[in-house]
């Protein structure tokens, strides 16, 4: 377990040392190829608690790992491509900012003391804002401002959160300890009032980091500003280990007896994102803004499943896995475009498909698994979240989720098929930034990941994912 963390910082270091900016891509897909074989290691052979049970991986965690090491490597071959065509740029900061992102995420996975959980996602927003200044312009250093400053604040709520869950323990029979397993152990006992507070300020906090709404302020100008690789493992990684951390609260509130309130808000907010995000959508002018706000819904998507519980919750767990390969292939892709347009207006961009031939498809085919298009694997967990809202007798939310989903559907059409087809202008047609084994294949790789996820899943991702939805009653 220490060596997914010890490993990209020690790479880090290396990036940031490396005097040759063609000496760092490789190191970053260094780090991603030991990252990735380390967690098959530990699928194969899962290690037992380590440091007194602050280190341990769950089937949460496990399948969060396996998300993030898995987008991480694909992104790793992408930036070979990426940083070769980007010369005019210093890497060291992005290389080095990016392998310390992936140590931060390897820790809130398998964090289970909630201070050293909150402490491992400071560092992912520490790492992160560096990197949304990539493309050094204003816009480029808005964003980062606005993501540094208004992740804080949630981050803040959430330390807050944690001294208020810290003191709903502190009384007779509480574990007097942060501890996960101690905190559920001693679930009766834990004074509700505060388990009440301590879950709003938490959810407040995480949910600003996930991106949910009302707390998404800072995600659009961060996708839009952000290159099409870090908004791949923004939008697949880090959103993920957010909802993570949600997962870890939710655990204590069901078993200190508050999971109705708990789940009733999570219902609440998923609903509201999806429902912004519908309105958002529609007619959306800027093609990685839009990608945000599909983000957004996701997000949405996420806690509504887990908030209705039972079928939906496993749903849920298949969801995190489908949308952050998804998004990966749709950020990827989404870079290749703006830089062979040179534009993100969608007034300016037609013809994507005959300019960049393989992202150009792969763009679409994303878009429609996304929206939960069949035999896409973003169908069948979207599905498995309705199934289980008409199981759980929720007609409300179920009718409410379908409409979300049908509005989304159409708005996000009509903005991807005008910059797919059409007729291309011609200083688009003459680009040099046109598609490459390392900046075409890696999209298409994830692509077809997904396709395939829809036609057949392993039967130990079945069983991992069966047991994650088990640690907040899913089933």
């Known amino acids: 377990m220490l060596l997914l963390v010890a490993a990209p910082l020690l790479l880090a270091a290396v990036a940031f040392a490396a ?16 990252h990735f074989g380390t967690v098959a290691w530990l699928w194969a052979a899962p290690p037992a608690p380590a ?9 949460a965690g496990q399948l969060v790992l396996l998300l993030v090491s898995t987008l991480f490597l694909v992104c790793a071959v992408y930036a070979q491509g990426y940083l070769a065509r980007r010369r005019d740029r ?25 201070g050293l959980l909150w402490v491992a996602i400071e560092i992912t927003t520490l790492a992160t804002a560096p990197l949304i200044y990539f493309n050094q312009n204003e816009l480029a250093l808005e964003a980062a401002w606005k993501y540094l400053v208004v992740c804080s604040v949630g981050i803040a709520m959430a330390l807050l959160g944690t001294f208020l869950l810290a003191l709903a323990s502190a009384g007779p029979g509480g574990p007097r300890s942060l501890l996960l397993a101690d905190l559920v152990a001693a679930g009766p006992g834990l004074a509700r009032p505060w388990v009440r507070f301590a879950y709003v300020f938490l959810l407040a906090g995480y949910g600003t980091k996930m991106g949910l709404a009302p707390f998404h302020a800072w995600k659009p100008d961060v996708y839009g500003e952000a290159p099409g690789l870090l908004g791949a493992l923004l939008s697949g990684g880090v959103t993920s280990v957010a909802f993570l951390g949600i997962i870890r609260v939710l655990q204590v509130c069901l078993a200190a007896g508050e999971g109705g309130f708990a789940r009733q808000a999570l219902v609440a907010l998923g609903l509201l994102s999806i429902g912004l995000a519908a309105v958002f959508l529609i007619r959306q002018r800027d093609l990685k803004r839009m990608l945000a706000y599909s983000s957004v819904e996701h997000m949405g998507i996420l806690v509504l499943g887990v908030g209705l519980g039972g079928a939906a919750a496993t749903g849920a767990f298949l969801h995190l896995l489908y949308n952050g390969l998804t998004k990966g292939a749709l950020f990827l892709t989404a870079g290749n475009i703006h830089r062979a347009f040179g534009t993100k207006d969608i007034d300016k961009l037609r013809g994507a498909a005959r300019v960049l031939p393989v992202s150009g498809p792969v763009f679409l085919a994303a878009f429609l698994a996304i929206t ?4 896409f694997a973003p169908f069948f967990s979207e599905f498995a979240i309705l199934d289980g809202a008409v199981q759980a007798g929720a007609w409300g939310p179920a009718a409410a989720y379908l409409v979300g ?8 059409g009509a903005t991807v098929l005008r910059v797919v087809q059409g007729v291309p202008p011609e200083e688009a047609r003459s680009t040099a930034m046109g598609d490459t084994l390392l900046t075409a294949g890696p999209p298409l790789a994830l692509l077809a990941a997904i396709l395939a996820l829809g036609l057949w899943v392993p039967a130990p991702l079945r069983t991992l994912v069966g047991a994650a939805a088990a640690l907040v009653g899913g089933g």
């Open 19 to 34: 005097p040759w900016s063609r000496l760092r891509p490789p190191v970053l897909l260094a780090g991603a190829l030991v």
């Open 51 to 59: 440091f007194g049970g602050w280190l341990a991986i769950d089937a």
């Open 372 to 375: 939960g298009s069949p035999p």
């Open 90 to 114: 210093d890497n060291r900061a992005f290389v080095g900012g990016l392998l310390v992102l992936l140590a931060a995420i390897s820790a809130v996975a398998m964090a289970q003391h909630l």
């Open 405 to 412: 989903l049908a509005v989304i559907f159409v708005g996000m």
